[in-house]
């Protein structure tokens, strides 16, 4: 294996001609009181730019009206948080002198704007890659976008591509193990997500970017990380994308609060080496405004199974009607080699067609 010290290097922000498209990198000490443990976010974000932001994003999904009357709820909810994620919202609110009602909003809010494409690959000589883009309406969290290393015992744990102020994570890697990435799923509900947030906090299901961390930090390979994204209870539907160390270790997890409706997994002897996932379900044809599924799929046949790695992967996630003006971020990654993680931040989205 290699010395984490290395791997750390593109984190950092070392990753040669992306260097200059690196968002800023954000360590968390999990030897740490939850409320201690997000200490460094004030060394990489404004707080200004974080409350103006968060009044941004809440105001996006919350009415005037609606944020004011639940108000007072969310602050009797906050008792019903679970640990850590009760005392890292605490802590993130005291550090970065926030209203502790609105970083609550604030990381609800976030569980249900994951527009997203994912895309889980493996080469002709067994190597998993897995790429995926971050799509929101609102550019101001280009200004929130950071990578975030987890530490435990003095190591590194696991890591990530997250928003400042959110505890939970929608892409990330738990090295030698195994890559994850989240999806909206379109199908769902979303009209009425105060109420399933209520409903969750009280039935003790999890919210889909906090199992995605759960996961990354106790799950030891890739299939127990498929068993626990599959099977725990969730606040809602999701996909899952999960891609692991060894051959045909990729998979596409389609949820529903209860449990999986769909497992989609790669199948490499029959020459499917690959899945794509977007924010609907793949059985169903997509709309046809939207199709970047079929774009994603025409240019991987194009490219070819011997021809995949990481710059190719992010070539594909660049094409001009997959990445888009709201994209936020890429990222590409495989857990084989963590050292190769790299996302890259889009300033002003994606607006020029890469082939």
Not at 8 to 24: A, E, F, H, N, T
Not at 56 to 65: D, E, G, K, M, R
Not at 80 to 92: L, S, W
Request: hydrophobic share 40%; proline share 5%; with cysteine.
């Amino acid at each position: 294996m290699m010395l984490w010290s290395s791997a750390l290097l593109v984190l950092i922000g070392l990753s040669g001609s992306l260097r200059s498209q690196q968002p800023p990198t954000v360590s968390v000490d999990l030897d740490l009181s939850p409320e201690q443990r997000w200490e460094h976010l004030q060394e990489a974000f404004d707080a200004d730019l974080m409350k103006k932001a968060a009044q941004i994003l809440i105001s996006s999904q919350v009415p005037n009206w609606l944020h004011k009357a639940t108000s007072p709820i969310v602050m009797s909810l906050e008792k019903r948080i679970p640990q850590p994620y009760a005392g890292e919202i605490r802590g993130i609110a005291s550090t970065m002198k926030m209203n502790l009602a609105d970083v609550i909003i604030l990381n609800f809010a976030y569980e249900f704007t994951a527009y997203c494409t994912s895309i889980v690959a493996q080469d002709g000589n067994g190597n998993i890659y897995h790429g995926r883009n971050f799509d929101f309406p609102h550019p101001v969290l280009r200004n929130l976008t950071m990578n975030v290393v987890f530490f435990k015992n003095g190591e590194p744990a696991y890591f990530g591509t997250s928003l400042a102020g959110y505890v939970g994570l929608w892409t990330g890697m738990s090295p030698y193990k195994f890559t994850v990435s989240g999806n909206q799923r379109e199908t769902q509900v979303w009209l009425r997500w105060w109420k399933n947030v209520v409903s969750a906090i009280f039935s003790h299901s999890f919210p889909v970017s906090w199992l995605v961390r759960v996961t990354l930090e106790e799950a030891k390979d890739f299939e127990d990380a498929v068993t626990r994204l599959s099977t725990t209870p969730l606040i809602t539907g999701v996909y899952y994308i999960v891609g692991g160390v060894r051959a045909a270790e990729g998979v596409i997890i389609t949820r529903d609060q209860k449990g999986p409706v769909d497992i989609w997994a790669l199948e490499p002897l029959n020459g499917e080496w690959y899945r794509v996932q977007t924010n609907f379900d793949h059985w169903l044809p997509p709309p046809e405004n939207i199709n970047r599924r079929d774009v994603v799929m025409k240019k991987l046949d194009a490219v070819g199974q011997n021809r995949i790695r990481m710059d190719k992967l992010y070539q594909v996630l660049s094409l001009s009607r997959v990445c888009l003006r709201t994209t936020i971020y890429t990222t590409v990654m495989s857990a084989a080699t963590p050292g190769e993680y790299t996302a890259v931040l889009h300033q002003k989205g994606c607006t020029k067609k890469i082939m």
